[in-house]
């Protein structure tokens, strides 16, 4: 797992896709002057997104990702639980975007 170039591309291209996002999302927010609870509440999204993006790069790059405090290594017998995490992962990441997104 990890070996295939177009995956472990589409990972680094998607890392910095998000990291884009997430500047432009605080950058909107910062300009537009909200109150600090907001501002608390889109930093802490964009701490969940960049997990996410981090458990979709360790997922495309054959890295160990984990669900809940379980670590589940690249191996075949893992792929399962590796792909369901890796659904969770996604469904988070884009409920944290449109969080962001709602500003």
């Known amino acids: 797992m990890g070996k295939h170039d177009l995956t472990r591309t589409f990972g680094k291209v998607f890392v910095a896709a998000n990291a884009v996002f997430v500047l432009f999302a605080l950058l909107r927010l910062n300009?537009?002057?909200?109150?600090?609870?907001?501002?608390?509440?889109?930093?802490?999204?964009?701490?969940?997104?960049?997990?996410?993006?981090?458990?979709?790069?360790?997922?495309?790059?054959?890295?160990?990702?984990?669900?809940?405090?379980?670590?589940?290594?690249?191996?075949?017998?893992?792929?399962?639980?590796?792909v369901f995490g890796l659904v969770l992962d996604v469904a988070f990441l884009f409920f944290c975007m449109r969080f962001l997104k709602s500003w």
């Open 31 to 82: 300009r537009l002057g909200s109150q600090e609870n907001e501002v608390g509440g889109a930093f802490i999204f964009s701490a969940f997104l960049g997990y996410c993006t981090y458990e979709i790069w360790a997922f495309t790059h054959g890295r160990p990702t984990s669900i809940d405090h379980y670590r589940h290594e690249a191996t075949p017998d893992r792929t399962g639980w590796r």
